[in-house]
């Protein structure tokens, strides 16, 4: 199956910064990459994805970039606000029944 | 629409009890997902259904889980008897297609 790794664990950075976050996958068949954003005592929220036809994508602040050859995906956010702060999930996988997620990202703004 | 909706958000019960976990889904999604999250093993899928119809149940831990669906608008999670590495967050998701997801606020269970 699947096997999706996420890294860094933990991140800081300045308010207005930039943060990545950076996933490898192993299955080269998978074709679906959404990230999450988790914030405390809710539900994980999809805030971006990327479908393997698409090497970036960007939503304001917000980016995605795909290496199929490479089977990495990341997480680009830019311009860093407090309400950013929360654990993001990568995940990948053929579609929403067969989703692998990484282990997670706590992202931390500093003011 | 209000969303996901999950009961209880927090239970608290004792090793051999039965836990019952309710869910319902935003009216007109056709898929329901349940997810387990620990900080040992992430976030990992249960359970999914297809137009209340189970499709695929690998990855339930043990036939002490089940999942039921009984019509389009709930779907419940059941322990039993409950164990003390049961003890998670516990998340319904529903979907109107094949890929986006939309989470509940999942319910925190702990086994004593």
């Known amino acids: 199956g699947e096997n999706v790794e996420q890294h860094p664990s933990t991140l800081s950075v300045q308010e207005g910064d930039s943060a990545v976050i950076k996933c490898t996958y192993s299955d080269s068949a998978s074709n679906y990459f959404p990230w999450y954003k988790q914030e405390l005592g809710k539900g994980p929220q999809l805030i971006i994805d990327i479908r393997s036809n698409v090497g970036e994508k960007k939503d304001q602040r917000i980016a995605v970039t795909l290496n199929k050859t490479a089977k990495h995906f990341s997480l680009h956010i830019t311009e860093t606000q407090p309400e950013d702060s929360a654990v993001y999930f990568c995940a990948a996988g053929l579609g929403a029944n067969n989703l692998f997620f990484g282990t997670g990202t706590r992202l931390t703004v500093i003011p | 629409d209000a969303g996901v909706i999950q009961s209880p958000r927090h239970e608290v019960t004792e090793m051999g009890q039965e836990v019952t976990l309710r869910c319902k889904p935003i009216s007109g999604h056709d898929y329901l997902f349940w997810y387990r999250q620990t900080m040992m093993r992430g976030l990992e899928l249960l359970i999914y259904f297809n137009n209340n119809v189970p499709i695929d149940d690998s990855g339930m831990p043990e036939d002490r889980f089940s999942a039921k669906m009984p019509n389009a608008s709930f779907s419940t999670l059941k322990i039993q008897p409950s164990e003390p590495r049961d003890s998670a967050v516990y998340f319904c998701?529903?979907?109107?297609?094949?890929?986006?997801?939309?989470f509940g606020p999942g319910t925190r269970l702990t086994v004593l």
């Open positions: 998701a529903s979907s109107p297609s094949y890929n986006e997801q939309f």
